[in-house]
């Protein structure tokens, strides 16, 4: 059977070869440097940027590979349902449930938590047990379900739900579905069928699938939508096999084969071959497909929009998809255990998806066009998640961009040249772009205007200083860092800034101009400074401020003013206001990030685009912020203080002997 991922794959061998040779040509018109064997990604090669993911397989304490659903409970546990048992996550560790637990069948299909609390498992021989009170109890009616099911202990699709009265529907694969009051009393609530059985609970109503038609008969079967109440039908369609069924409050779907039906709307979408489940949350369709990964349909997008569909760990099985409370998405699979990523917008480009080397050093752009340099190579990013690889080359090229231009060096020490929207410089170690030129440092400082015109800053140093950093002020001043501190420049001589401070005289990272609070300097060890047009010190931020780092590695300020700080430990965004008032976010791997440990950062139109040792990870500036990303000034001195209290009382304690 064609999966739609062959489809994709194959939809663009026929032009490949077109294709490839306007790619060289394309090589050629922006970098002439690069000789006819350089190599070209196109968009089409590439797979899909995604998530940075976290396995939960059995190395990691799962009991098994092969999943089939997941619950967060009302505390907070995790639980995941193997074929080898069931498992409780703490965030911590896993603690494994098995029929010596008391299951009914270490086979648990479902799981499902009731209105008090209780988690209920549905076993593959279709008895049932739940788990109340740090203990696993058998259902007391099992010996109903055991007479209702006869010899039919092989059925593979089943279902449970509840309603508010605490009566329990369920559906088991061609034996229809049963109603079981807490009574005990048991009625056949919808009637035996030759086809997948499942019945699902949206709103007041119950969605099963029934066949009425001799089993030698094949093609499309009636789906019966009805009420608790019984009053009627809600509808009949003459559709295959139901799936599944979900609902996020919003939009309500059923998946039958390879159709999806709108419930609300009464439409039909195009689903996948071999769907395996469907699961509907925040305005997202998740379909999950065997040996596909999870096709993702973004509601809120038309049908026709770009991004409206993307897939996501393709080549797995995944069985069921679920959102917990901290905005996480967890993703069980049929043969490599649980994925978990903490935040799905946060997309990310490594070696699957084209990069020859995924460690981005640096990052520039115009707009919405960002390109980043690696060793021995250029690449760039486009949307929807084309990206174009310029390489392999002779060097390590550095990048910056002005308003208008690309600035990069490459391996013409003399020569310097402009081409479409490049200028290429000699060789240096640092540039620093701003409005309509750059600077570059090497035993001299130099600058470069758009139209490639050469000057000079500073002029040959006798002692050899290369600057690691350079920037330039709103005034036309110009600053260098290097390993003894910072320095002003001139054309004829470099002067310490205040050598008298130690802060000045610390190792110089990074150098980026603030509109507002002027030159912002990275240190290796003191955090981040800010140094007004008078070389006034105007406040300093480190670790006790909410750094992440004080070894900052570099800087970023975008349009809005805000400072962007990467370090090996994450990255901060620093929002200063009125009053000298700082609000600062922290992103680490534990918000999507594929490392810690930042090379480049790089923000526009909403997207922030963050390169580092393993990949780049494009994330949304405007996502929700959770009370752990964002410190004000104060809250964070309050912390300290508490903390500092908290500490002494424990010394007091333990020098009692308490």
Not at 104 to 124: T, Y
Not at 322 to 330: A, H, I, L, P, Q
Not at 528 to 540: A, G, P, T, V
């Amino acid at each position: 059977m064609i999966r739609p991922l062959s489809n994709r794959q194959s939809s663009s061998s026929g032009i490949r070869g077109v294709l490839y040779g306007c790619s060289i040509v394309l090589i050629h018109l922006f970098f002439p440097g690069v000789k006819a064997a350089a190599q070209v990604l196109r968009p089409f090669d590439l797979k899909q940027p995604q998530p940075a993911y976290t396995n939960f397989s059995t190395e990691r304490g799962l009991p098994s590979s092969e999943t089939y659903d997941i619950h967060q409970d009302k505390k907070g546990y995790i639980w995941i349902a193997t074929d080898r048992g069931v498992t409780r996550y703490d965030g911590y560790r896993f603690t494994v449930f098995t029929k010596k637990d008391g299951l009914a069948d270490n086979v648990i299909f479902k799981l499902v938590e009731d209105r008090h609390g209780r988690i209920w498992f549905v076993s593959f021989s279709g008895m049932l047990s739940y788990f109340e009170n740090g203990k696993i109890v058998p259902y007391k009616y099992n010996y109903k379900i055991r007479k209702f099911m006869g010899r039919a202990y092989s059925a593979t699709y089943k279902t449970l739900v509840f309603d508010e009265a605490d009566n329990l529907y369920y559906a088991i694969q061609r034996l229809g579905s049963m109603k079981i009051t807490p009574s005990g009393e048991l009625t056949n609530y919808h009637p035996k069928g030759l086809n997948g059985m499942i019945v699902k609970k949206i709103g007041d109503k119950v969605f099963p699938s029934v066949s009425d038609y001799p089993v030698a008969l094949t093609g499309r079967f009636p789906c019966y939508m009805e009420t608790f109440s019984r009053k009627g039908y809600a509808g009949v369609y003459r559709i295959g096999a139901l799936v599944n069924a979900s609902t996020d409050g919003t939009h309500s779907f059923v998946c039958m084969d390879d159709t999806i039906l709108d419930v609300n709307s009464g439409k039909f979408l195009l689903g996948e071959f071999s769907a395996i489940g469907i699961d509907c949350i925040d305005n997202q369709l998740f379909t999950g497909i065997y040996k596909g990964g999870v096709r993702l349909d973004n509601l809120l997008l038309g049908e026709k929009h770009p991004l409206r569909v993307t897939y996501l760990l393709e080549g797995k099985s995944v069985s069921s998809v679920m959102k917990d409370r901290e905005g996480g998405y967890w993703f069980t699979t049929l043969e490599n255990g649980v994925y978990y990523t903490p935040d799905l917008n946060v997309r990310s480009y490594g070696v699957r998806e084209g990069l020859p080397n995924p460690n981005i050093l640096q990052l520039a752009g115009i707009d919405t066009r960002v390109v980043g340099c690696f060793a021995n190579g250029l690449v760039q990013f486009s949307d929807p998640s084309g990206i174009t690889v310029f390489g392999p080359l002779k060097y390590n090229p550095m990048i910056a961009a002005s308003r208008k231009r690309f600035y990069v060096t490459w391996d013409q020490p003399l020569k310097v040249m402009v081409k479409e929207d490049f200028v290429f410089l000699t060789t240096c170690s640092d540039i620093y772009a701003y409005q309509d030129h750059a600077l570059y440092p090497q035993t001299s400082v130099k600058k470069a205007d758009d139209n490639g015109f050469i000057s000079d800053v500073l002029i040959y140093q006798r002692d050899q200083t290369v600057f690691q950093a350079v920037v330039e002020t709103g005034s036309g001043k110009v600053y260098g860092g290097e390993l003894s501190g910072l320095y002003k420049v001139f054309l004829d001589r470099i002067v310490p800034v205040k050598p008298s401070d130690p802060l000045f005289s610390e190792r110089v990272t990074d150098l980026a101009w603030h509109k507002k609070l002027g030159v912002v300097v990275a240190t290796r060890g003191k955090g981040i400074y800010f140094m007004d047009d008078h070389e006034k010190l105007i406040r300093k931020i480190d670790m006790k401020d909410g750094l992440l780092n004080d070894q900052v590695n570099c800087l970023f300020i975008d349009n809005n003013g805000l400072v962007y700080v990467g370090t090996n430990s994450g990255f901060n965004v620093i929002k200063i206001s009125s009053g000298n008032k700082i609000e600062i976010r922290s992103f680490t791997t534990s918000h999507g990030l594929c490392s810690n440990e930042i090379n480049s950062i790089y923000a526009y139109g909403g997207k922030i685009w963050v390169a580092t040792k393993k990949g780049l990870s494009v994330l949304h500036a405007d996502r929700p912020c959770s009370e752990t990303e964002r410190y004000s000034w104060n809250t964070w001195r309050q912390i300290t203080a508490i903390l500092k209290r908290e500490l002494s009382l424990l010394i007091s304690l333990l020098q009692q002997g308490l």
